[in-house]
Each structure stands twice: as structure tokens, then as C-alpha cells.
């Protein structure tokens, strides 16, 4: 009997402990959210900005680009895809067809061959004809330069106008969301979305719209270079005293 209590009151002390532990859990997870919440003010974004300008002066748009016709094939072929591969195809694919006319007579196979690499070819290649054809036939061979416009081109979204728009026309439109923009605002606290379009939406309230484009670019950068997805880099962390996701 004796034996038989021991075990029932050891059980009943591991049962008490794990009941606490996870108490102990729920309310870190609640303060966590109410530090990450906390961060969603035009002060910390004006400061995470400030900070993030002076560490990455010289970021900008890693595809590389002429003009608005290279940028736009370059951003639906980085779909799922590097930068740096998009780059190791496009200046063959720029050779072969320099304009929205030459594109749109492109030979299909030859197409998809030339882009293989960068995945999802099939698809890439009838939306890359497809756009063409379309500035060919409705804007004379020429990339429009209006949101509405963009997006009305196959194969072309609001990131991908975004893109286009704010590094070739100088039009603040909006913010591009890729996934290291995504993750590192809602570490930030500068949003608690997982939709691209409403963690726009959160971030372009937040910032000037003179920043929208340079803030993806910065954002990017610290991605790539320091706030890597689980192996973050928080001792060379430029915003680690602001973060709520930093371990200091």
C-alpha cells in the first residue's frame, strides 16, 4: 500500500510540475507577443530604419538591369527561385531577345530551355510570352509604368510591379514583400500577418512612403547577411538591442 501511495504522489508531483511548466510557457509566449506588439509604432520603424540605412548604405535591387524590360523578366524568373541563378541566366536570355518584340516571337522550346535552371520553367516561360505580347499589343513595346497597368500583365503580380516600379520608374507604390521581408517584420514586431498583401499594408503605414523601396532592399540585406532563418546572427545584429526576437 505504502508503495502504491508513493507512486500515486510522485505521479501526482509530476503531473502538478508539468501543469506549471506549461503555465510558465503560455505566459512567456504572452509576453513575447506583447513585446513583438509593442514594436508596431512609426517610432521603432523610424529607428529600425535609421539603423538598418547606415549599416547596409549600399543595398539595392540584386537582379541585374537595363532598364524596365530586363527588371520585369528578371523578377518572373526569380519567382522560387535565387537572384544569383536568375542573374546566371538573364544575360543570355537578354542577348538572344533585348525587347518585349523580340520576346514575344520567342520560340517556346528555346525558351524554356534557356530558363530550365531557375524552375518552374513551363510556367515561367508562357507567363514571360505572354507579358510580352501584352506590352507588344497595348503598350507599343514599352513597359507601362502605372500599378493598374503592371498587374494587368500576365505573369505579373503586386510584388513583381512593386519591383519594377520603385527601382526603374522611381515610384514609391508600395513595398515589396518577398520572404525575407515577410519573416524579419513580424520578428520586428512591425507586423503579426503572414499575407504578403496585409503585411504591406501594416508596413506602409508605418513608413514614409519615400522608404517603401529602400526598406525591402535593407531588409533583405540583414536577411541574407545577418537575421538568417534559424541560425541568426544576433551578436553582429545592428537592431539587437531593439528585437524582440533577440537573445540578449
Same mark, same amino acid.
Given at each position: 500500500m505504502k508503495t502504491v501511495k508513493k507512486r500515486s504522489k510522485r505521479r501526482s508531483v509530476k503531473q502538478s510540475k508539468k501543469v506549471k511548466d506549461k503555465a510558465k510557457a503560455k505566459v512567456k509566449v504572452r509576453a513575447k507577443e506583447k513585446?513583438?506588439?509593442?514594436?508596431?509604432?512609426?517610432?521603432?520603424?523610424?529607428?529600425?530604419?535609421r539603423l538598418l540605412r547606415a549599416a547596409y548604405p549600399d543595398a539595392k535591387c540584386a537582379l541585374h538591369h537595363h532598364d524596365a524590360y530586363e527588371l520585369l523578366v528578371a523578377t518572373i524568373l526569380s519567382a522560387?527561385?535565387?537572384? +544569383?541563378? +536568375?542573374n546566371m541566366v538573364t544575360p543570355a536570355l537578354f542577348k538572344r531577345w533585348p525587347n518585349a518584340t523580340a520576346l514575344a516571337h520567342a520560340d517556346r522550346g528555346a525558351l524554356e530551355e534557356m530558363i530550365k535552371s531557375t524552375g518552374f520553367f513551363r510556367?515561367?516561360?508562357?507567363?514571360?510570352?505572354?507579358?510580352?505580347?501584352? /506590352?507588344?499589343?497595348?503598350?507599343g513595346g514599352r513597359v507601362p509604368r502605372t500599378m493598374?497597368?503592371? =498587374?494587368?500583365?500576365?505573369g505579373v503580380g503586386r510584388k513583381t510591379a512593386n519591383v519594377v516600379l520603385g527601382n526603374v520608374f522611381g515610384e514609391n507604390?508600395?513595398?515589396? +514583400?518577398? =520572404?525575407? /521581408?515577410?519573416?524579419?517584420s513580424r520578428l520586428m514586431g512591425l507586423t503579426r500577418e503572414t499575407?504578403?498583401?496585409k503585411i504591406e499594408q501594416d508596413l506602409m503605414r508605418l513608413f514614409p512612403r519615400e522608404d517603401w523601396t529602400m526598406l525591402s532592399h535593407l531588409l533583405i540585406?540583414?536577411?541574407r547577411k545577418v537575421c538568417i532563418a534559424n541560425r541568426p546572427k544576433h551578436d553582429e545584429c545592428v537592431l539587437r538591442h531593439l528585437c524582440p526576437s533577440a537573445e540578449v
Amino acid at each position: 500500500m505504502k508503495t502504491v501511495k508513493k507512486r500515486s504522489k510522485r505521479r501526482s508531483v509530476k503531473q502538478s510540475k508539468k501543469v506549471k511548466d506549461k503555465a510558465k510557457a503560455k505566459v512567456k509566449v504572452r509576453a513575447k507577443e506583447k513585446r513583438i506588439a509593442s514594436r508596431a509604432t512609426t517610432a521603432y520603424a523610424t529607428e529600425y530604419y535609421r539603423l538598418l540605412r547606415a549599416a547596409y548604405p549600399d543595398a539595392k535591387c540584386a537582379l541585374h538591369h537595363h532598364d524596365a524590360y530586363e527588371l520585369l523578366v528578371a523578377t518572373i524568373l526569380s519567382a522560387q527561385c535565387t537572384d +544569383v541563378r +536568375v542573374n546566371m541566366v538573364t544575360p543570355a536570355l537578354f542577348k538572344r531577345w533585348p525587347n518585349a518584340t523580340a520576346l514575344a516571337h520567342a520560340d517556346r522550346g528555346a525558351l524554356e530551355e534557356m530558363i530550365k535552371s531557375t524552375g518552374f520553367f513551363r510556367n515561367k516561360a508562357k507567363s514571360l510570352e505572354g507579358m510580352a505580347h501584352a /506590352v507588344v499589343e497595348k503598350h507599343g513595346g514599352r513597359v507601362p509604368r502605372t500599378m493598374d497597368e503592371l =498587374t494587368a500583365l500576365p505573369g505579373v503580380g503586386r510584388k513583381t510591379a512593386n519591383v519594377v516600379l520603385g527601382n526603374v520608374f522611381g515610384e514609391n507604390d508600395g513595398v515589396v +514583400v518577398d =520572404t525575407h /521581408v515577410a519573416r524579419l517584420s513580424r520578428l520586428m514586431g512591425l507586423t503579426r500577418e503572414t499575407d504578403p498583401v496585409k503585411i504591406e499594408q501594416d508596413l506602409m503605414r508605418l513608413f514614409p512612403r519615400e522608404d517603401w523601396t529602400m526598406l525591402s532592399h535593407l531588409l533583405i540585406e540583414h536577411g541574407r547577411k545577418v537575421c538568417i532563418a534559424n541560425r541568426p546572427k544576433h551578436d553582429e545584429c545592428v537592431l539587437r538591442h531593439l528585437c524582440p526576437s533577440a537573445e540578449v
